[in-house]
Protein backbone atom coordinates (compact mmCIF):
# COMPACT_ATOMS: atom_id res chain seq x y z
CA UNK A 1 0.00 0.00 0.00
CA UNK A 2 2.76 2.25 0.16
CA UNK A 3 6.83 2.59 -1.21
CA UNK A 4 7.79 1.40 1.99
CA UNK A 5 9.54 -2.01 0.94
CA UNK A 6 10.79 -0.29 -2.21
CA UNK A 7 12.97 2.64 -0.70
CA UNK A 8 14.46 0.04 1.48
CA UNK A 9 15.19 -2.02 -1.33
CA UNK A 10 16.55 0.83 -3.70
CA UNK A 11 18.61 2.24 -0.80
CA UNK A 12 20.29 -1.29 -0.34
CA UNK A 13 21.25 -1.66 -3.90
CA UNK A 14 22.37 2.14 -3.80
CA UNK A 15 24.73 0.53 -1.20
CA UNK A 16 25.68 -2.38 -3.39
CA UNK A 17 26.81 -0.40 -6.21
CA UNK A 18 29.46 2.20 -3.76
CA UNK A 19 32.84 0.70 -4.00
CA UNK A 20 32.17 1.15 0.08
CA UNK A 21 28.62 0.21 0.61
CA UNK A 22 27.17 -2.04 3.02
CA UNK A 23 23.40 -2.33 4.06
CA UNK A 24 22.17 -3.61 7.94
CA UNK A 25 19.14 -4.63 7.99
CA UNK A 26 17.08 -3.53 11.89
CA UNK A 27 14.37 -6.07 12.74
CA UNK A 28 12.17 -4.43 14.81
CA UNK A 29 13.83 -1.70 17.13
CA UNK A 30 11.74 -0.69 20.11
CA UNK A 31 12.59 1.85 22.61
CA UNK A 32 11.47 4.27 25.03
CA UNK A 33 10.92 7.72 23.58
CA UNK A 34 9.19 6.73 20.11
CA UNK A 35 6.28 9.01 18.99
CA UNK A 36 3.25 6.65 18.68
CA UNK A 37 1.35 7.86 15.29
CA UNK A 38 0.26 5.91 12.06
CA UNK A 39 3.51 4.71 11.67
CA UNK A 40 5.33 3.93 15.36
CA UNK A 41 6.11 0.92 15.72
CA UNK A 42 3.89 -2.29 17.77
CA UNK A 43 5.46 -2.59 20.69
CA UNK A 44 5.11 1.25 21.48
CA UNK A 45 1.85 1.48 20.27
CA UNK A 46 0.67 -1.47 22.49
CA UNK A 47 1.97 -0.30 25.71
CA UNK A 48 0.43 3.36 24.52
CA UNK A 49 -2.92 1.82 24.66
CA UNK A 50 -1.93 -0.41 27.67
CA UNK A 51 -1.44 3.09 29.51
CA UNK A 52 -4.36 5.23 27.86
CA UNK A 53 -7.29 3.29 27.92
CA UNK A 54 -6.05 -0.35 29.27
CA UNK A 55 -7.10 -2.56 26.10
CA UNK A 56 -5.11 -2.85 22.96
CA UNK A 57 -6.48 -3.94 19.88
CA UNK A 58 -4.45 -5.52 17.40
CA UNK A 59 -5.31 -5.78 13.98
CA UNK A 60 -4.17 -8.96 12.96
CA UNK A 61 -5.26 -12.60 15.09
CA UNK A 62 -1.81 -12.20 16.64
CA UNK A 63 -0.34 -15.42 14.90
CA UNK A 64 2.27 -13.73 12.99
CA UNK A 65 6.01 -14.37 14.46
CA UNK A 66 8.25 -11.49 14.55
CA UNK A 67 11.82 -10.63 15.63
CA UNK A 68 12.94 -7.51 18.28
CA UNK A 69 16.03 -5.08 19.52
CA UNK A 70 16.18 -2.87 22.12
CA UNK A 71 17.58 0.00 20.69
CA UNK A 72 20.46 0.47 23.35
CA UNK A 73 21.36 -2.78 21.99
CA UNK A 74 21.25 -1.58 18.24
CA UNK A 75 23.64 1.23 19.56
CA UNK A 76 25.50 -1.02 20.50
CA UNK A 77 25.74 -3.34 17.31
CA UNK A 78 25.74 -0.29 14.83
CA UNK A 79 29.06 0.97 17.10
CA UNK A 80 30.53 -2.45 16.60
CA UNK A 81 29.55 -2.93 13.15
CA UNK A 82 32.16 0.29 12.21
CA UNK A 83 34.74 -1.43 14.56
CA UNK A 84 34.89 -4.36 12.44
CA UNK A 85 33.63 -2.73 9.26
CA UNK A 86 36.11 -4.30 6.82
CA UNK A 87 35.35 -7.73 7.51
CA UNK A 88 31.09 -7.24 7.50
CA UNK A 89 29.63 -9.24 4.49
CA UNK A 90 27.63 -6.95 1.97
CA UNK A 91 24.35 -7.08 4.14
CA UNK A 92 24.02 -7.69 7.74
CA UNK A 93 20.57 -8.52 9.51
CA UNK A 94 20.55 -6.91 13.12
CA UNK A 95 18.24 -8.85 15.49
CA UNK A 96 18.00 -10.67 18.22
CA UNK A 97 17.16 -13.93 16.80
CA UNK A 98 14.34 -14.92 18.76
CA UNK A 99 11.03 -15.25 17.08
CA UNK A 100 7.84 -14.41 19.18
CA UNK A 101 4.14 -14.73 18.20
CA UNK A 102 1.80 -11.39 18.22
CA UNK A 103 0.19 -13.31 21.22
CA UNK A 104 2.93 -13.85 23.28
CA UNK A 105 4.09 -10.20 22.73
CA UNK A 106 0.75 -9.19 23.94
CA UNK A 107 0.53 -11.29 27.34
CA UNK A 108 3.93 -9.91 28.11
CA UNK A 109 2.91 -6.06 27.60
CA UNK A 110 -0.06 -6.83 29.18
CA UNK A 111 1.20 -8.63 32.46
CA UNK A 112 3.69 -5.67 32.60
CA UNK A 113 1.12 -2.86 32.57
CA UNK A 114 1.17 -0.75 35.76
CA UNK A 115 -2.70 -1.15 35.82
CA UNK A 116 -5.27 -3.49 33.85
CA UNK A 117 -4.92 -3.83 30.62
CA UNK A 118 -6.53 -6.32 28.06
CA UNK A 119 -5.47 -7.46 24.37
CA UNK A 120 -8.06 -7.75 21.84
CA UNK A 121 -7.32 -9.80 18.39
CA UNK A 122 -8.74 -9.11 15.12
CA UNK A 123 -10.35 -12.16 13.34
CA UNK A 124 -8.06 -11.35 10.32
CA UNK A 125 -4.39 -13.60 9.65
CA UNK A 126 -1.78 -10.73 9.34
CA UNK A 127 -0.71 -10.17 5.25
CA UNK A 128 0.61 -13.38 4.19
CA UNK A 129 3.90 -13.20 3.72
CA UNK A 130 7.12 -15.27 3.49
CA UNK A 131 8.83 -15.74 6.89
CA UNK A 132 12.01 -14.63 6.13
CA UNK A 133 15.07 -15.42 8.30
CA UNK A 134 17.73 -13.10 9.21
CA UNK A 135 21.23 -13.94 8.20
CA UNK A 136 23.23 -13.90 11.36
CA UNK A 137 25.73 -15.75 10.60
CA UNK A 138 27.52 -12.29 9.18
CA UNK A 139 30.74 -11.11 10.77
CA UNK A 140 28.76 -8.96 13.35
CA UNK A 141 27.00 -11.99 15.06
CA UNK A 142 30.76 -13.50 16.00
CA UNK A 143 31.28 -10.19 17.94
CA UNK A 144 28.26 -8.94 19.00
CA UNK A 145 24.92 -10.03 20.21
CA UNK A 146 22.32 -8.18 22.30
CA UNK A 147 21.82 -8.53 26.08
CA UNK A 148 18.27 -6.77 26.93
CA UNK A 149 15.60 -9.31 27.40
CA UNK A 150 12.60 -8.89 25.40
CA UNK A 151 10.53 -8.22 29.03
CA UNK A 152 13.37 -5.77 30.17
CA UNK A 153 13.05 -3.77 27.28
CA UNK A 154 9.48 -3.46 27.63
CA UNK A 155 9.82 -2.47 31.21
CA UNK A 156 12.41 0.03 29.83
CA UNK A 157 9.67 1.77 28.10
CA UNK A 158 6.76 1.39 30.20
CA UNK A 159 9.18 3.04 33.01
CA UNK A 160 9.76 5.54 30.31
CA UNK A 161 6.33 6.48 29.75
CA UNK A 162 5.87 7.03 33.73
CA UNK A 163 8.56 9.15 33.50
CA UNK A 164 6.75 11.01 30.59
CA UNK A 165 3.54 11.77 32.45
CA UNK A 166 4.91 12.82 35.77
CA UNK A 167 7.18 15.10 33.63
CA UNK A 168 4.34 16.12 32.04
CA UNK A 169 2.28 16.64 35.09
CA UNK A 170 4.61 18.78 36.62
CA UNK A 171 5.85 16.12 39.44
CA UNK A 172 8.99 14.38 37.00
CA UNK A 173 12.67 15.15 36.77
CA UNK A 174 13.58 17.05 33.89
Same mark, same amino acid.
Given at each position: ?23 ? !? ?12 ? !? ?88 ? !? ?45
Amino acid at each position: MNSYGVIKRLGETWAGHSPAGKTV !RLWNVYGPAESVGE !RSHVISDWIHSCTNGGVVRSRTDGLEKRQFLYVADCADGLVEMMRSFDTLEPVTDMSSGQWITMRDLGQHVTRLAPGPCSIEYGADPAVA !RQQVEPKLSAGLHNVWKGTTSLQDGLSLVYSDIERSKGSASGNGEL
